[in-house]
């Protein structure tokens, strides 16, 4: 009788050279030879979840599940238990949102999170849920939240929130200036940007014309420091994001610092104009 680790090291080649069909075919032969043994469940649920075989990589993530609890843990492998328990729940929410089962997605994502809290992971795939439910202020904070968590703890995650983000952005088509954004903002709790002033400053710019409010404020924030030449107009744009966002007072304040900044002539006016609009609508008389 061949052991069962040769038959899902051979599954795992066959899926490696992409033959997944046979790959999936060789992950059951190894789970009849031991159907206690949960790394094949899961290696064959990932393998049918490639293949878009969604349903069936649930049943698989299932019977993962329930003979896990049966394992004997140490103390000392606890945590790492808890992570592997979670980990799996969240591929089983991956599975759910290809099927587009969204609220046993985030039920599944609720227990995922009771375990160990929500990583980048966990926040990822519910921002995808609610994105695709329209609710796109609950999906951004949620990435934000995910950015966060990647700034404390690990940044594997960081390049996959980002791209998720801008292309989030540009289906909504609106600004985005989510609760938890703002909350990141005012805390510092951003990797924060280098570069020179003038690559901060464009990068500002992109993200502001992707609607990304407060990640262009970030930029902008990053260029000031770097002492630009053009500092009134950075300022400039600050409160134009600001003004957007109704924060009436800082964008104010923006417009003040930029004319404290010496524009040039032509740029002087355009700032008046909004300092003006910005003070009054502030209540400031």
Known sequence: MRLLSDL??????????????E????YSEAIAADPKNPLAYIEKAAVLKSINRCAEAVLDLDSALKILPDWSVSNEDKERYDLFY????????????????YDKCLIVLDSADSIRGADA??????????????????AFDCLY????????????MLTQVW???IHLAKDFGNMVAPPYAEIIYRNNHWKKPTGTADELFERGNNLRDENLMYDALHYYDACLEANPKNRAIVLFFKGIIFERMKNYSEAFSCYSDALAAE????????????????????GVQ
């Open 8 to 21: 899902i090291e051979e599954a795992g080649d066959l899926a490696l050279s992409g033959k997944f069909e």
């Open 263 to 282: 524009p040039e002539a032509e740029d002087e006016f355009k700032i008046r104009v909004r300092w003006a609009n910005a003070k009054l609508l502030r």
């Open 121 to 138: 992971d966990s926040l990822v795939v519910r921002a995808q849920v609610f994105a695709r439910q329209n609710k796109f202020d609950e």
């Open 145 to 156: 939240k995910a950015e966060e968590w990647c700034f404390l703890n690990s940044d594997e």
């Open 86 to 101: 979670s980990m799996l729940l969240i591929l089983k929410a991956e599975a759910l949102l290809s099927l587009q089962k």
């Open 23 to 26: 790959a999936v075919d060789k």
């Open 163 to 165: 791209l998720l983000k």
